[in-house]
């Protein structure tokens, strides 16, 4: 197997109030790895994905098959590097098709017309997500969940090697999130596609991920396969939770249950 | 395939829509029957006095009314794109007033002071046209954004700054105010044949321009990270849609004064009717932009003779209420 992404020493501080975002951070991906990364609001996922997209002034190094990625012209970069994120909110009301299609964009010729080529991507993307029948219909007339599908949809129209999900799930039910995080692991097994995801569910990480990367504070507190990252001691530093950790005997998965406590029960039954 | 057929639709009544615009020359203070304004403009024997009516006073004129119209429409349109706001435009950025501002400055010093100003008009006219938009824009912003309510006021206090300022230059410089509303509310009149090809020439490059950056605008209808994310260098595209937009506005205000709410509505009817796809929305809102100034300014012209009522008027009639309505939806979808 071989890098395809190794961030070094990166660091970053906001531009106004010169607070450290990101200290020295430093992590390698291997190609066809799924990596999630997990920690607290506001200690620096999203600002690490957002370098990694050179959209930030970073200090350090992040390589990209061995170019430093501030280095790469950006629709180079878009051709190798695919985002979803949270949310798709387009002002104007748009196809879902005309949505998926705006993934080809680094590829198309100036006027933006697509090639047969170009349209069996997203043809093929259409497929992947099983969302075909989604095609004519207007974007906003779509339910939540089905708007971030169309949106993985266009990702994946863009026919990126890596593949950064900055809390792509925050807004789905369960079942959604799962029909999307099994779409994305299928890719990774058909076109050794590599994944970097920042993820607000704990356990939604541990049962999508090769690794995982903790963050606190924006530094690396530890990095591992989910079953050696996820402990209560792990959750009570960074997290200040108070959580139990159980592994799940069928799958091997490792989840987090929040504890609420004999206290917190006695005080409900004695209120009865 | 349905966005195909959008499109198929569109070049489909294109020429329908440019037989009427061609139509409007039979109206005036002289009545030219259609077919022989057909006939004279393919160079078929007519009537002399129908010949120099339809070749050298009006179609200048509806030729003009294409041209600004179409200009401001696609500007317009990629303002919008651009800000992620529907209800930016010149007018309401204020990039018209301060382009009315500037040539008059030009033209005042010329009358006063150094004649050979006049030919500095365009420069005038485009570098507070900049002016304009810049202040629009830092007034406006708050993080990064440029929310509806601020846009639209502090683009109502450009407008009326430059506006004031229109108006002062106008007295002081040539000591009345008549000529205050042909810039102030805009018109076609006095177009020439030199104007048709100056307008003519930078709205088809412009057209060309901002068509070849459709899919750019595409991409940044979701934001300008996501454009970026899909390898759009955003901070060079709004550079050059601020220069390009403010520059094609310049042209069309030293040619016909500010004429308001062509480039907020246009494109919005051309949405609706062809989908948002800038791919064919921009060609789209430059026809339609066209074609309504021209159908504008033949009631401006007609209705109500032997006065002219000005272009802006009319505009801003039929403009005003279609702007309360996006206004309002969007404050509804908000």
């Known amino acids: 197997m071989s890098k395809i992404l190794e961030v070094e020493k990166l660091s970053y501080a906001y531009p106004k109030s010169n607070r450290m975002a990101l200290e020295f951070v430093s992590f ?12 607290p609001n506001g200690s620096g996922k999203t600002t690490l994905i957002k370098s990694i997209l050179a959209v930030n002034d970073y200090k350090g190094s992040i390589r990209l098959y061995d170019h430093e990625i501030k280095n790469i012209p950006r629709r180079e970069l878009s051709k190798i590097v695919g985002v979803v994120a949270q949310e798709f909110i387009p002002i104007y009301d748009m196809k879902a ?10 590829y198309t010729n100036i006027f933006g017309d697509l090639s047969k080529d170009d349209r069996e991507y997203v043809d093929s993307a259409f497929k992947a997500l099983n969302i075909s029948h989604l095609k004519d219909r207007m974007f906003y007339s779509l339910s939540g969940g089905e708007r971030q599908i169309v949106y993985t949809a266009k990702t994946f129209a863009q026919n990126s090697k890596l593949f950064l999900l ?107 | 395939m349905k966005e195909v057929k959008r499109g198929r639709i569109f070049w489909m009544i294109l020429p329908f829509i440019l037989i009427f615009i061609l139509a409007n020359i039979a109206f005036g203070p002289v009545y030219v029957p259609v077919l022989d304004v057909f006939k004279a403009l393919l160079g078929m024997h007519v009537p ?23 200009a401001l ?11 992620k706001n529907p209800l930016a435009d010149p007018y309401i950025l204020g990039v018209s007033s301060g382009a009315a501002f500037g040539a008059i400055l030009a033209n005042v010093i010329a009358q006063l002071y150094y004649p050979y100003f006049v030919f500095y008009m365009w420069i005038f006219a485009f570098a507070f046209g900049l002016l304009a938009t810049a202040i629009t824009y830092f ?43 042909f810039w102030l509310l805009g018109s076609l009149s006095g177009a020439g044949w030199h104007d048709v090809i100056l307008v003519g020439l930078v709205s088809i490059a412009t057209g060309v321009f901002f068509t ?32 390009v937009g403010t520059l094609v506005t310049a042209v069309a205000v030293s040619t016909s004064g500010i004429i308001g709410f062509v480039g907020l509505i246009m494109p919005h009817i051309s949405r609706r009717i062809f989908g948002a796809d800038h791919r064919i929305s921009m060609p ?21 003779t032997p006065a002219e009522m000005p272009i802006g008027t009319i505009t801003a009639l039929i403009g005003a209420p279609i702007f309360i309505y996006i206004l309002r939806r969007r404050i509804q979808n908000v």
């Open chain 1, 97 to 106: 098709s005309e949505i998926v299609e705006m993934g080809r964009t680094p």
């Open chain 2, 139 to 181: 007034v406006s912003r708050r993080g990064g954004k440029l929310p509806t309510t601020e846009l639209i006021l502090s683009g109502v206090i450009v407008n009326l700054m430059f506006g004031a300022g229109v108006t002062f230059l106008i007295v002081y410089g040539w000591r009345d105010v008549q000529i205050t509303s």
């Open chain 2, 73 to 83: 429409s696609m500007t317009g349109n990629t303002f919008q794109a651009m800000l």
């Open chain 1, 166 to 272: 900055d809390e792509a799930t925050v807004h789905l039910d369960i079942g959604n999130a799962q029909h999307l995080l099994l779409k994305i692991k299928e890719r990774v097994s058909e076109f050794k596609t590599t994944v970097l995801a920042t993820f607000h569910d704990i356990n939604q990480a541990s049962a999508f991920s090769d690794r995982i990367i903790v963050m606190k504070s924006g530094k690396i507190y530890s990095i591992g396969k989910p079953a050696e990252v996820l402990t209560e001691k792990m959750i009570k530093d960074v997290y200040a939770a108070d959580c139990n950790v159980i592994e799940d005997p069928a799958s091997g998965v490792v989840n987090v249950f929040m504890n609420m406590g004999e206290k917190r029960l006695t005080s409900v039954n004695s209120s009865l």
């Open chain 2, 48 to 70: 002399s006095t129908y010949k120099i009516i339809v070749l050298q006073l009006r179609l200048p004129r509806i030729l003009l009314g294409l041209g600004v119209g179409a």
């Open chain 2, 284 to 304: 789209a809102s430059a026809i339609l932009g066209g074609t309504f100034l021209v159908a504008c300014d033949t009631v401006a012209r007609t209705a109500f």
């Open chain 2, 212 to 243: 070849s950056i459709s899919k750019y605008l595409n991409a940044m209808v979701a934001g300008e990270e996501e454009a970026m994310f899909l390898g759009v260098n955003v901070e060079l595209l709004k550079l050059l849609i601020f220069v």
């Open chain 1, 28 to 39: 390698q991906i291997e190609e066809g790895e799924i990596v999630g990364i997990i920690g």
